[in-house]
């Protein structure tokens, strides 16, 4: 006989979440003994997966809303997703502008002809239900710097994972990714990056005893952008048959993001948003290059987006503000749209 687990509902709304990057920048920082820090950081990966090496089948379902520039619902869908295990996963995307299905087998993936990549957003969103949390390797590579932050009336320790950058002892809050935690209890609440996107998981569930956000929301610079909904979530011994058909499916091949010269990728920018230069950093008359590292999707959108040098934090941020928000016509490599790694460059100079 075949037994079901659903989630149930735990955890209620923290309080003005939505308005609290003014506040972040002002938290105190302290030092916490790093053994136990990193072993906390691993136990809330592990406590947030629901694709980890143990995990069994399960079946989810979200909607997903994605806003326009003033707050109104630009779009509306749904996304499933079937998994059996961490490397056998089929995904079906219900989207007005992105409909496909995707599968992933140990043998390779597949997708629905004639489809890419889906959108950052819709995938950033499932992340942050599947699996929140860095891989373990990326929370072993960094410097774990732990800031406690009160947002309203409720309290966090914060974790960023610093890279090392020269002249910078204390970088700025979520300019590398970030992970808040309630205080001293290992539930997720917010992660962050890009210096002001946020995720916001207020409402959480358990499902299997893994903490899982129910109703995610993105937002940059305070304004929504994103959120979904866990509509569905249910899991049983044997994999699903979802998860076995490859019909109707094309192969997709397999590649690594092409390494391309940021001159190269320059000219393909389709929207380019200009930084604006801090007021902070002008009355310092602080002026330098800030040079980030990027992953461009085969949609044309930033994937993943790191600062390599910092001429001063403020400038840094501004740089991240405006880039992340460029948009690039897909690179063709040998006529099929691929990542590309590559490196973007801004200039801040005062002038005359």
């Known amino acids: 006989m075949k037994t079901q687990e659903c989630w149930r509902l735990r955890l209620v709304v923290p309080g003005s979440l939505l308005v609290i990057f003014g506040l972040l920048a002002a938290g105190d920082c302290f030092a916490q003994n790093a053994l136990d820090l990193l072993a906390r950081m691993h136990r ?5 997966s629901l694709n980890g090496p143990d995990s069994k089948p399960l ?17 509306k869908g749904t996304v499933e997703d079937w998994m059996a295990g961490p490397s056998i996963e089929r995904r079906v995307y219900s989207m007005p502008s992105f409909t496909a299905t995707q599968l992933r087998v140990p043998e390779g993936s597949y997708r629905t002809p004639g489809t890419g990549s889906a959108p950052y957003l819709i995938d950033y969103l499932l992340t942050q239900i599947i699996h929140p949390m860095p891989k373990d390797e990326e929370i072993d590579g ?6 406690k932050q009160t947002f309203g009336k409720d309290d966090f320790d914060c974790v960023m994972l610093d890279q090392p950058i020269a002249n910078v002892a204390s970088p700025p809050f979520a300019l590398f990714p970030t992970y808040c935690l309630d205080r001293d209890k290992d539930v997720l609440r917010i992660s962050a990056e890009f210096g002001t996107q946020l995720s916001l998981m207020s409402k959480k569930g358990l499902f299997r005893g893994i903490d ?3 109703d995610p929301v993105v937002s940059v610079d305070g304004k929504e952008v994103a959120s979904a909904t866990v509509v569905q979530l249910q899991g049983r011994e044997q994999p699903y048959p979802e998860t076995q058909s490859t019909d109707g499916l ?8 092409a390494k391309i010269a940021g001159g190269v990728v320059a000219g393909k920018i389709i929207n380019k948003i200009a930084p604006i230069y801090p007021a902070k950093a002008k009355q310092k008359r602080a002026t330098g290059q800030v040079l980030l590292h990027a992953i461009i999707g085969t949609d ?11 001429p001063d934090p403020d400038l840094t941020i501004a740089a991240i503000a405006a880039v992340r928000q460029w948009t690039y016509q897909p690179y063709l490599l040998n006529g099929v749209p691929t990542e590309v790694d590559t490196t973007i460059t801004v200039n801040f100079n005062m002038g005359p």
């Open 44 to 48: 809330v990966a592990a406590g947030t």
């Open 59 to 75: 079946h989810l379902k979200l909607t997903i809303q994605l806003y326009d520039a003033k707050g109104a619902v630009a779009e």
């Open 142 to 147: 960094a410097k774990l710097d732990l800031r």
């Open 212 to 214: 899982v956000a129910l």
């Open 250 to 257: 094309e192969v997709v091949p397999v590649s690594r993001p």
């Open 300 to 310: 044309g959108h930033i994937h993943y987006l790191r600062p390599l040098t910092i």
